[in-house]
C-alpha cells in the first residue's frame, strides 16, 4: 500500500511539474511586455504577473478572449486558437509558482558573479509613491482590505496590489471608475471606487508601497 502512495505522489509531482513545464512554453510570447520572470515591464505599462491567484489570472484571460475586458495587444494571444482552457490553466500555474524579491536575497560568499548578477535581475523595484501614509492605511483597511487582504497580498479571486507598478494601478483605477474595465459594482457608479477620491488613491498607494518590504499582515479569513 505504501508503494502505491508514493507512486501516486510521484505521478502527481510528474504531472505538475509537466504543467509548469507547459505554463512556461505558454507563457514565452508575453515575457516580450510583461518580462522574463513576469515582472512586469515600461516601468508598469505592462503588469507584474508573477505570484497573482492561479483562479484570477484565468478569469483575466477569458475576460479578454470574451471581450468583458477590452485590451487590443491582448486579443490576438488569447483567440481560443492560440490560447485553449488547458494553456490558461497551466500558464497561470507558472506565473503562480514565480518568486520576485523585493530585496536582494542573501548568497553564499561562494556565489559566482553570475549568480549575483541574475538574482540582482530578479529584485522587483517598485517606486514609492508620494501621500499620507495614515490615511492611505485607513482608506486601504476600509475600502480595499476585505477583497485583497489587509497587506494587498491578494486572495484566490482578487489580486495583489503590493510590489504591483504603481502606475498600473493608476491606470486600472481610472478605467474602473470610468466603466472601462469590470471592477465589483454592476456598474461604475455603484462601485466602491466610485467613492475614493484621486487623493485617497494616491495615499493607498503611498502606503502600500511604503510597506513592499515588509512581512504580510495576518489574514483574518486565514485564521481557524
Known amino acids: 500500500m505504501r508503494a502505491v502512495s508514493v507512486l501516486v505522489l510521484l505521478l502527481a509531482e510528474s504531472a505538475s511539474a509537466q504543467d509548469l513545464a507547459a505554463g512556461k512554453d505558454v507563457y514565452g510570447p508575453c515575457a516580450?511586455?510583461?518580462g522574463a520572470n513576469a515582472e512586469g515591464g515600461k516601468?508598469?505599462?505592462?503588469?507584474?504577473?508573477?505570484?497573482?491567484?492561479?483562479?484570477?489570472l484565468i478569469d483575466q484571460l477569458k475576460a479578454f478572449q470574451q471581450r468583458?475586458?477590452?485590451?487590443?495587444?491582448?486579443?490576438?494571444y488569447t483567440e481560443q486558437r492560440e490560447l485553449n482552457e488547458g494553456d490558461m490553466k497551466d500558464v497561470a500555474a507558472y506565473l503562480k509558482s514565480l518568486e520576485l524579491p523585493v530585496t536582494t536575497p542573501q548568497l553564499p560568499e561562494?556565489?559566482?558573479s553570475l549568480e549575483r548578477l541574475e538574482a540582482s535581475q530578479k529584485v522587483l523595484v517598485v517606486p514609492r509613491v508620494e501621500g499620507d501614509l495614515e490615511k492611505g492605511k485607513t482608506a486601504y483597511h476600509r475600502r480595499c482590505?476585505?477583497?485583497?487582504?489587509?497587506?494587498?497580498?491578494?486572495?484566490?479571486?482578487?489580486?495583489r496590489l503590493i510590489n504591483q507598478w504603481p502606475s498600473y494601478l493608476v491606470k486600472?483605477?481610472?478605467?474602473?471608475?470610468?466603466?472601462?474595465?469590470?471592477?465589483e459594482g454592476d456598474s461604475?457608479?455603484?462601485?466602491?471606487?466610485?467613492?475614493?477620491?484621486?487623493?485617497?488613491?494616491?495615499?493607498i498607494l503611498a502606503w502600500l508601497t511604503s510597506i513592499q518590504s515588509e512581512?504580510?499582515?495576518?489574514?483574518?479569513?486565514?485564521?481557524?
Open 172 to 183: 486600472q483605477t481610472q478605467k474602473m471608475r470610468a466603466g472601462e474595465r469590470p471592477h
Open 215 to 224: 512581512p504580510p499582515q495576518p489574514d483574518e479569513k486565514d485564521k481557524p
Open 43 to 56: 516601468g508598469g505599462e505592462y503588469p507584474r504577473l508573477a505570484t497573482l491567484p492561479v483562479p484570477y
Open 145 to 159: 482590505a476585505g477583497c485583497h487582504g489587509p497587506s494587498g497580498q491578494g486572495r484566490a479571486d482578487f489580486p
Open 32 to 34: 516580450a511586455c510583461h
Open 68 to 76: 468583458r475586458r477590452i485590451n487590443l495587444p491582448m486579443f490576438p
Open 110 to 112: 561562494t556565489a559566482s
Open 188 to 203: 461604475a457608479e455603484t462601485d466602491v471606487l466610485h467613492r475614493v477620491k484621486e487623493q485617497e488613491v494616491s495615499d
